[in-house]
């Protein structure tokens, strides 16, 4: 019977730190306006020819990437080893992704005039 008591508790405890309905609609509807701006970013010619272009999409696709993987994945719920195995991972392919953008031009960094 113990046994039994103590499963029901480590079940509720383990119900509590999943989100419910109300955090899903929100946070799908803060991809949703994410999108929404990446879309219409798109349609701005003058945005779209000038340098920050690429790393803007870059930068909102990371933060969709990271909501989804955080709360649809459960990942925000999980232990911090998880997080830990997953987030270097993702570290050293976003740390790739930049220096293939220096490489092929993409992101430039001025640092001064050449005379």
Do not use: C, N, Q
């Not at 803060?30 to 003058?46: G, K, R």
């Not at 195995?85 to 092929?104: E, Q």
């Amino acid at each position: 019977m113990a046994d039994h008591a103590h499963a029901a508790a480590h079940a509720g405890a383990h119900e509590e730190h999943h989100p419910g309905f109300s955090t899903y609609w929100k946070v799908a509807l803060v991809l949703t306006i994410i999108t929404v701006v990446e879309v219409a970013a798109y349609y701005i010619p003058a945005l779209v020819a000038s340098p920050i272009f690429v790393p803007a999409l870059l930068a909102m696709s990371a933060v969709k990437f990271y909501i989804v993987v955080a709360y649809y994945m459960h990942l925000k719920y999980d232990h911090k080893l998880f997080r830990a195995l997953f987030s270097g991972p993702l570290m050293v392919a976003a740390l790739t992704l930049i220096g293939l953008l220096f490489l092929f031009s993409k992101l430039v960094l001025r640092l001064g005039s050449i005379s």
